[in-house]
């Protein structure tokens, strides 16, 4: 399966941009375009849309090439000059562009469809919540929050000459020597601690900055402002709270017992923070691969084994250059599937150190990216804007999915079962950290004043609400006060982290459905990621045959559920 670029029919083929200068002249011609008729307003829509996808592109490469070499600083100013110099003349045009089209009298008519009745509804929020006043301000906002991945992509450690990135010595706190767990946490720690000062004034003045585009757009708090511009119109603040309420529940107590049995097996009263991610039994940790292509070739073959299509999607993005998967120095952390909605064909961007977690990413992203080969050939590409919600179920979805074929990783049945242990006590164990940076972000948003030691204890009491207190951390106190500073999303894309955890609950009804019917799971599961955001999110879970229910008898139902098969693999 091989992907073009998308044929354009508004913009010429050969269009690149350079400078404001050669973009505007399209705007333009949208703005003024008199729209009479339900077919002009049609082709009004896809011509803005041809337009959105080559400006969504263009900035999707800057970032991408940033990401991968932070060092190279051409490539940072490429970044910028878009976030600092387009995007801010984007704004008003954007307004005026949605501005004219709610007011067409020919609205109400084409948005009988839903598709185009859930687009415009997006529409109608971004221009009630734009204000010119904002634009200069979100601009910094866009710049600054990226000092986060050059910060982070900086640290380093030196263990015994060689420079290790973040993620190749987080690697190492899976090794059973304690000696070697220890200096490299500490290692670790330090590193990180000399960022800390900086990256406390990072968030500070991104809170203030936020907090000021919500008061400008009238609204109380930028928690609440930022609840309308990502869309949330199927649930509500006070479901985040429940939400928070029921991990805490159902999933923490859980979460304690399985590691109060890690404890005993350990032989210890409490885990030193250097013990948490080691086997207890005093396994090596696995070994599922030595490098990117091995951990490609592995992907390939297991996404064959669940349906061919998601093979031809990988071997797509291969041919495409679409990939960079191994962790290298100036690097920036974590990782992603970029959408390009020109080129049809996503990004995958990750830093494999050659764990089994990096098994988990490169799956996890190659569900994005089936999803974006998916929802390719739906008409607007504002109809493949997926909701997090949507896009992170069909990642975690495909992870749970994929586990029955881990032994494309694994040889040895009993690393399988290792590995399909880990995952699910990996999973419930994030559902509570998700609950915390959810439940902090609330807290600094509503409290947008406060001072960095406020912060800290603020964060303190949520780790001991999420926590389950069986961590030692004398001596290392400051590093459980900042540890939320290991999180992207605080500061590049706020609020937008909740998501993972209403999605993992619908990965695992998912996963679930797909121990009664395999196949039946995953042509619903198909469906689902066909239709991109042309149906609401609770229809788009309807069609994975799952409910859109973060209530507590739901939670409990999904814990009661991961536990008996936690059980059954503790037995065989």
Request: hydrophobic share 40%.
């Amino acid at each position: 399966m091989e992907l073009k670029r998308a044929q354009r029919y508004f913009l010429p083929n050969d269009f690149v941009l350079t400078n404001w200068e050669g973009l505007e002249p399209f705007f333009d011609a949208l703005i003024q375009d008199p729209m009479q008729s339900i077919e002009e307003l049609s082709q009004w829509l896809k011509n803005r849309s041809e337009l959105d996808a080559f400006l969504e592109e263009n900035l999707a490469w800057r970032y991408i090439k940033m990401t991968i070499d932070t060092r190279d600083e051409q490539l940072t100013q490429d970044y910028h000059y878009f976030v600092s110099e387009i995007q801010p003349k984007l704004a008003p045009l954007d307004d005026q562009l949605n501005k004219k089209l709610i007011e067409s009298p020919f609205l109400s008519e084409i948005e009988k469809d839903e598709a185009y009745f859930i687009y415009f509804r997006a529409v109608k929020t971004a221009t009630q919540l734009f204000r010119e006043e904002n634009i200069d301000i979100e601009a910094e906002i866009n710049e600054k929050s990226q000092l986060f991945g050059s910060i982070s992509g900086a640290q380093t450690i030196d263990l015994n000459g060689e420079q290790l990135t973040m993620q190749k010595a987080s690697s190492l706190l899976r090794e059973p020597d304690e000696s070697l767990r220890k200096e490299v946490f500490e290692k670790i720690s330090n590193r990180r601690k000399q960022d800390v000062d900086q990256l406390d004034e990072l968030y500070s003045l991104l809170i203030l900055k936020r907090h000021q585009v919500a008061l400008n757009a009238g609204f109380d708090n930028f928690r609440d402002y930022k609840f309308q511009s990502l869309g949330r119109f199927d649930y509500t603040k006070e479901d985040c709270f429940a939400f928070h309420e029921s991990i805490e529940k159902c999933i923490v107590p859980i979460v304690r017992s399985i590691q109060e049995t890690k404890l005993k097996l350990f032989g210890k009263s409490a885990f030193k923070p250097w013990d948490t991610a080691v086997d207890p039994e005093g396994k090596a940790p696995l070994k599922p691969f030595t490098n990117g292509e091995e951990l490609l070739a592995g992907t390939q073959r297991i996404f064959e084994k669940i349906d061919p299509y998601f093979k031809s999607c990988i071997d797509s993005l291969k041919n495409m250059n679409h990939l960079d998967l191994e962790s290298k120095p100036g690097k920036a952390p974590g990782g992603y599937n970029y959408p390009l909605y020109e080129s049809g064909a996503p990004f995958i961007f990750m830093n494999a150190v050659g764990t089994h977690r990096d098994v988990i990413t490169m799956i996890h992203e190659g569900g994005h990216a089936v999803h974006s080969f998916l929802s390719n050939e739906l008409e607007l590409s504002s109809f493949k804007n997926i909701p997090s919600e949507v896009a992170e179920l069909a990642s975690m979805s495909m992870e749970l999915l994929s586990m029955k074929y881990w032994d494309e990783f694994y040889s040895n049945p009993a690393d399988q079962k290792r590995a399909q242990k880990e995952h699910l006590e990996d999973i419930l164990g994030i559902l509570p950290w998700i609950a915390q940076i959810d439940a902090f972000q609330h807290w600094v948003y509503e409290n947008p004043f406060h001072s960095i030691e406020d912060r800290r204890e603020a964060w303190k009491g949520l780790s001991k609400r999420f926590g389950t207190g069986l961590t030692d951390w004398s001596g290392y106190e400051e590093v459980i006060e900042t540890s939320w500073q290991r999180q992207m999303h605080l500061f590049e894309v706020p609020f937008y982290y909740i998501e993972y955890g209403i999605a993992q609950l619908g990965a695992l009804a998912i996963w679930k459905n797909s121990q009664l019917n395999y196949y039946n799971a995953i042509e619903a599961y198909k469906m689902a990621l066909t239709v991109g955001y042309s149906k609401s999110i609770p229809k788009i879970y309807a069609d994975a045959g799952i409910t859109f229910d973060f209530s507590l008898n739901n939670i409990a139902s999904l814990a009661d559920f991961v536990r008996e098969e936690l059980n059954k693999m503790s037995e065989e």
